[in-house]
């Protein structure tokens, strides 16, 4: 499915390719990405096409899961009471003056996890919900996440053009 959005639509359909791919759906974008020495397009476009295009997919999870407190909340508060734990309070954990675990953790270490969530096959939309549930600022969120797309498409690109030269 994703090929063909690239085979008939180009750097549209690549983006829409990326997009699609680093959304919640768990479609395998990066081999789409050897397709690039088959096409009369730039590889450094390509590479900035296919970061955008997975920048704003994660986003979009991001947002979905900060506007969509209540029903994560009730599912994550159900998930606990079938283990037997204490519920979570979302409003206790992203207020201003708290001092919660969570919020505390992402406060150190979020920008680094987004990282590497962005750039190793971890499903990073957790990362996306995790973020976007406890409010972690968008803009931290949003350059980690771009950086670390940026890296692994550069990594996959690079090695692809490696292999392509060895095999011509």
């Not at 996890?113 to 499903?123: D, E, H, K, R, Y």
Request: aromatic content about 20%; some cysteine; glycine content about 8%.
């Amino acid at each position: 499915m994703l090929d063909w959005l690239i085979q008939q639509f180009g750097l549209l359909g690549l983006f829409l390719a990326s997009f699609i791919a680093n959304t919640i759906l768990p479609i395998p974008f990066e081999p789409l990405l050897f397709l690039v020495h088959a096409t009369k397009y730039n590889i450094w476009i390509w590479l900035l096409t296919a970061s955008v295009g997975a920048w704003l997919g994660e986003s979009t999870v991001y947002w979905f899961a900060r506007g969509g407190r209540g029903p994560i909340t009730k599912a994550i508060n159900w998930f606990l009471r079938k283990l037997g734990k204490k519920e979570i309070d979302v409003n206790e954990i992203v207020s201003k003056n708290s001092n919660h675990w969570l919020k505390d953790w992402m406060e150190d270490w979020g920008f680094g996890a987004i990282f590497v969530g962005a750039f190793t096959p971890l499903p990073m939309f957790l990362f996306d919900i995790f973020a976007g549930y406890l409010d972690y600022p968008y803009w931290k969120f949003s350059i980690a996440c771009f950086l670390g797309k940026l890296a692994r498409y550069s990594s996959v690109l690079l090695g692809g053009t490696a292999l392509f030269i060895l095999i011509s």
